[in-house]
């Protein structure tokens, strides 16, 4: 929230933290809440770069690695081949 308040709710500088949160949040089991982050981070680092730098296929990649832990293969699959296509 400190942050956030410093820095702005759309900073790139937010994306980092929150994906360090959605790992913790995804090993704990709490895969709604580590998928809000993912998708926030993605959000993020989409408005800041475009979604083509290596931030937003980072994103992208624990945003599938969650959704294939949670059986949700086909929404994984078009994450993944975006991000192959960017390398």
Known sequence: ARMEKAFGPNSLVLANPLQNREMILQRLRRLAEAEADFRRALDITHTARDGTNRMAAQ?????????????????????????????
């Open 59 to 87: 994103a992208m990649v624990h945003l599938a690695g969650l959704l294939l832990d949670a059986g949700r293969e086909q929404e994984a699959e078009p994450l993944l081949a975006r991000v192959a296509a960017l390398y």
